[in-house]
């Protein structure tokens, strides 16, 4: 089937029109790709005095090399900082740049395209809200496009026009920015499409139910359609997507040369037929059984594998992309941050990326990409979307009560194993003693004199964000908690009615790592009851007691406080086979990388 990932015929790493990491020519252990006009080449002949160097400007200080003059113009000059940019593809490559500065950044701040700010819907999901720390969670839509358009043809087979996104992960970047989670979304799901832009500038009328990957090729162009894939994901998940990054098959082959191969593991070995079910017989081994190093044509034959192992679903070769993104997650840790590994890997990024507007500058990738260099191999996780074979044809439908927990679980910002992620949280401490005047008074007198000078009125006190909810049919109760709550010098953040309207004392409710601050927070409710709840953070739901306490009517109510529902409710747990399913990036290369029996 033409002009899906892994129906293309097998090819050598010399695929005409294949990008290398080498120098013009192929030249061994050269560190940056050919040189253009204006670059690192004039730059050295320049510093070396060799005609042919560029005429306007300084010239710009080579990474590695450049003769003995390069050597005495380096040391007459003091080195100028290097400026590290790390960022995250779609085809897996997590460390996208480094700069020198100088020509070799604007370099790559010219490679970076970005695509139409005003093809983003405009009825989207709200932001998420920044943790007691100011820390925010990111979500990043990650695309691999197998477009045929330029080189790409050379290296993924097929005559289809336009492109499609056979590779697509939904990132969540944790509140702490040490934990991710990659959620792998099949492309032959059904899925709604809604309204998007075409190129001629009109907007589809969108559909109920169309293949996932139908998104990304709306417009029929080779550049394909990332604003109508990301605006899916947000009508999919309900989470807004902050970034989304597109690389195709030609830039994601020269980045896999560029760091000198990905270890990768297959059980079986892998034959030319394969990878193209239009020859007529087994052929040759392209990728055999066990562990391998493999780039450029190779590294794409992986990623791009369906048949031959396993069922020959695309559920396998989602395995195998997450395992190829935690390989080479793990082979730029070890290498490190350094001019000789990045600056090949930085141009060929850059050269194959399209960014959402908010990335299209190698400044603004700088600032994303090392606000995730903390994240720990074994905190980044991979999962698949819930998901089940359709009776009535070859796709899949995704498990939609499943799903939503995951949604849920990723919009509370917690990890699938149900751990709070929101963030650093203030070491517990001894809870203040309520002061003698504020003990007996009412809590808006109690809210007063914590902002008067009380133990109340600190800096941690104003880190503290509190959910507010009424728990009582008295009206406008939770407001007035709220107003009491900012007095106090804490942030109310959400602020609405609970599920159960018959709570008969004021609960203050403490996640993980917050016992210490609701205590804190119940200073403001004299006699209000501080117990375990089910949401990260702090939650207070007022009762009868602080609705008498502020002048409300309120009729005859019954039940115990304690026996209520939580509110609001967390995430229900994860499915255990979702979470027993998750690769780490630090997991062996070799496990968990196929799907079912056959092939």
Not at 29 to 37: D, E, I, K, Q, W
């Amino acid at each position: 089937m033409s002009g899906q990932w892994g129906e293309g015929p097998a090819r050598g790493d010399d695929a005409p029109g294949a990008l290398t990491a080498d120098g013009a020519g192929g030249t061994p252990g050269a560190s940056v790709p050919g040189p253009r006009p204006g670059g690192r080449a004039e730059a050295r002949r320049a510093a070396q005095g060799r005609p042919g160097a560029a005429k306007a400007g300084p010239p710009a200080p080579t990474a590695t090399g450049g003769g003995r003059a390069a050597a005495r113009a380096a040391a007459r000059k003091p080195k100028r900082d290097v400026k590290k940019i790390v960022a995250w593809s779609a085809a897996g490559v997590l460390v996208l740049l480094a700069g020198t500065g100088g020509l070799i950044y604007y370099q790559l701040n010219g490679n970076i395209k970005s695509f139409d700010a005003d093809a983003i819907a405009k009825e989207r999901p709200p932001e998420a809200q920044a943790d007691a720390d100011g820390n925010k969670p990111v979500n990043l839509l990650l695309i691999g496009s197998d477009s045929r358009g330029k080189n790409n043809s050379d290296l993924g087979g097929g005559e289809d026009g336009g492109a499609r996104s056979d590779t697509t992960i939904l990132l969540h970047v944790y509140a702490d920015h040490k934990h991710a989670v990659g959620i792998s979304i099949p492309r032959n799901a059904m899925v709604p499409i809604p309204s998007c832009k075409l190129p001629n500038g009109k907007w589809t009328k969108g559909s109920t139910s169309d293949l996932f990957n139908a998104a990304f090729s709306t417009g029929g162009t080779d550049d394909g359609n990332p604003a109508c894939t990301q605006n899916t994901v947000e009508k999919l998940t309900g989470i807004r997507v902050d970034h989304t990054m597109v690389v195709d098959f030609q830039g994601f082959s020269a980045m896999t040369k560029a760091v000198d191969g990905v270890d990768v593991c297959l059980p079986e070995d892998i034959h030319e037929k394969d990878l193209n079910d239009k020859l007529p017989s087994k052929g040759a081994v392209v990728l055999k059984k066990g562990p391998q190093k493999v780039e450029g044509q190779q590294a794409l034959d992986y990623v791009r594998l369906r048949h031959g192992i396993g069922d020959g679903s695309d559920i396998g070769r989602m395995k195998r992309q997450q395992a190829f993104i935690s390989s080479l997650a793990s082979k730029i840790k070890k290498q490190g941050l350094n001019p000789t590994t990045l600056l090949p890997l930085a141009n060929a990024a850059t050269s194959s990326l399209t960014v959402d507007p908010g990335l299209d500058s190698a400044d603004k990738l700088m600032s994303f990409g090392l606000s995730l260099r903390n994240i720990d191999l074994h905190d980044l996780k991979f999962v698949t979307l819930p998901w089940r074979y359709r009776t009535v044809d070859a796709n899949i439908d995704i498990v939609q009560a499943d799903a939503k927990k995951l949604w849920d679980t990723l919009k509370a910002d917690q990890t699938i194993d149900g751990q709070n992620a929101t963030g650093e949280q203030p070491a517990e401490t001894p809870s203040p003693t309520v002061p003698a005047s504020a003990a007996g008074t009412t809590p808006a007198a109690a809210a007063h004199a914590a902002a008067a000078g009380s133990p109340l009125a600190s800096e941690t006190a104003r880190s503290v964000k509190v959910s507010v909810y009424t728990g009582t049919s008295a009206t406008g109760m939770a407001g007035k908690a709220a107003e009491q709550l900012k007095a106090a010098k804490f942030t109310a953040t959400a602020v609405g009615r609970a599920d159960n309207l018959k709570y008969t004392t004021t609960m203050v409710q403490y996640g993980s790592g917050q016992k210490a601050n609701a205590e804190k927070v119940a200073e403001v409710f004299p006699g209000a009851v501080v117990e375990p709840g089910t949401s990260p953070g702090v939650t207070v739901i007022v009762g009868k007691d602080f609705a008498a306490a502020n002048g409300a009517a309120v009729p005859g109510a019954s039940g115990s406080a304690s026996a209520a529902p939580s509110v609001p409710a967390g995430p229900q747990p994860l499915p255990s086979s979702i979470v027993a399913d998750a690769r780490s990036a630090d997991d062996n290369i070799c496990d968990n990388t196929t799907y079912g029996s056959g092939g």
